[in-house]
């Protein structure tokens, strides 16, 4: 099920497409640029597509499938421009794909292939014809393909239907759409907000003037992953005996409900992201909200009963595995993993897919609340605009350095806004818990008490 904008019950990923002609097949070509042709645009596409080069040579994608430096500082340019450009008082929003017509209708037959037009009349790339033809690309479901032509100029030669199924390949997310070769796509998602990536894998995103590549993932860590530990495996003792012990045995992996559960959060985080207003979710130790630990730190713009309803994504999950067993079963596997159910194509599968999405999009709906959304480890609703009290001030803030915090660098507490602030203030006071923090242009932290210390890991996924 996939409801976009006002109702998207997706999340918002990366497409790409690239082109062999004009490529480069060593990263000092794709920053060498000459100083004419860099003269010609602002400095700040020069250097995302410098930064881009290495970025996509780090992460081991083929470098031949970008384009010319000059082309490449262009295509971001003309992108940058279009973003801040309005159509009849509606953002230019827009999913550019680098590619030629051979490369797009090349894909392996067996491959589910997106729809290709190709223009009678190539149109040139310019932020004004982006602005007359995004609207007939629509963000969600479909691209405008560039290439280079013969003389060396970027055009817009035809439209690359990709369906809405796309939006769901988010980390951790089953995916049923059109597949893409690794190539280059450049998204305008809002104004001076573009995200690059190769094939569906993000590789570069910008946001107000800031390159974002410094993050950590903090979803791959062992330190969170320990911490839900004993929730994972209180879940799994909960699947129906008969699903483990017939004549063909098959169990889940502990690591599958990690993957369920954080694809879940990260669609959260991005739906948020996305809608600009910010937000606070704070993940409370089991029990906090009946042993007097909620009353102590928090005031509630509204407080759940608590009682079975609040559990509503715990069974969710518990019926999603079982009926993911009893089709692992089906296949003779031994193991059910998470890569072995996002190849599963059952109807009820997909039906808990679709409730896993809503119950994301009614998370983000009382994380825009002003407050604080409240869970528990084993993601009890508790309650949602949660102010919280205490007035002893957090006076330092240990940034994490890689992503199991081992190294930090310690920063002054008060450089944050109000909403940080209270996050750390509650995980200074409750060691087990933890805070995501969504500011409104985007950034997102998780806060931890760890290795001793208040800190915090910028989240990029």
């Known amino acids: 099920m996939l409801r976009v904008d006002g109702g998207s019950s997706v999340d918002l990923d990366i497409v790409n497409e690239g082109t062999q002609q004009h490529g480069c097949h060593s990263v000092e070509n794709v920053l060498s640029g000459t100083a004419k042709s860099m003269d010609q645009f602002s400095s700040y596409p020069a250097e995302m ?5 290495k970025q996509w040579e780090s992460r081991g994608f083929p470098l031949e499938l970008l384009p010319s430096t000059a082309s490449m500082v262009s295509l971001l340019d003309v992108c940058y421009q279009a973003s801040l450009l309005r159509e009849e008082d509606t953002p ?21 292939q997106p729809h290709v037009l190709s223009f009678a009349e190539p149109a040139i790339l310019s932020p004004h014809n982006l602005r007359k033809l995004y609207a007939a690309a629509d963000f969600y479901r479909a691209a405008l393909a560039v290439t280079t032509d013969e003389s060396g100029a970027l055009v817009i030669w035809g439209l690359v239907v990709t369906g809405t199924e796309w939006v769901n390949r988010v980390e951790g997310s089953r995916f049923d759409g059109v597949s893409l070769p690794p190539n280059l796509v450049v998204q305008a998602i809002r104004p001076g907000h573009l995200v ?51 004549s ?20 959260v985080l991005r739906l948020v992201r996305n809608r600009r207003h910010g937000g606070l979710m704070v993940v409370l130790p089991n029990g906090a909200h009946e042993d007097g630990t ?10 759940f009963q608590s009682d079975d309803s609040t559990l509503l994504y715990h069974g969710m ?29 059952d109807a009820e599968l997909r039906r808990f897919d679709d409730q896993l999405i809503d119950f994301s999009h009614f998370l983000a709906d009382m994380m825009t609340v002003d ?16 102010e919280i009290l205490g007035d002893t001030p957090v006076q330092t803030i240990h940034r994490a350095t890689d992503i199991e915090g081992h190294q930090t660098v310690a920063e002054r507490a008060d450089s944050a806004g109000t909403r ?42």
């Open 49 to 53: 597509a410098a930064v881009l080069a």
């Open 371 to 386: 407050g604080a959304l409240i869970l528990d480890h084993s993601f009890r609703l508790i309650g949602f605009g949660g």
């Open 317 to 345: 999950m518990v019926r999603l595995m079982a009926r993911a067993l009893e089709v692992a079963k089906t296949r003779q596997l031994a193991i059910l993993t998470w890569s072995d159910y996002q190849q599963f194509r």
């Open 92 to 112: 230019v929003r827009c999913r550019v794909i680098y590619a030629s017509p051979t490369q797009l209708r090349g894909m392996a037959i067996q491959e589910p």
């Open 420 to 461: 940080h602030r209270s996050a750390y203030r509650l995980v200074n006071g409750l060691n087990q818990s933890i805070a995501v923090v969504v500011s409104q242009d985007g950034d997102v932290r998780f806060v931890a008490h760890h290795n001793g210390k208040l800190t915090y890991w910028p989240y990029l996924p």
């Open 248 to 267: 063909v045995t098959t169990k889940v992996c502990e690591s599958f409900v990690r993957d369920l559960a954080q694809s879940v959060v990260r669609r």
């Open 196 to 246: 690059a990536s190769s094939g569906y894998m993000r590789v570069l995103e910008t946001n107000q003037g800031q390159l974002l590549i410094d993050g950590f993932d903090p979803f791959r860590s062992t330190w969170i992953s320990g911490r839900f530990s004993s929730v994972r495996e209180a879940m799994l003792s909960r699947l129906p005996e008969d699903h483990v012990s017939n």
């Open 294 to 303: 909620c009353e102590q730190w928090l005031r509630f713009r509204v407080q």
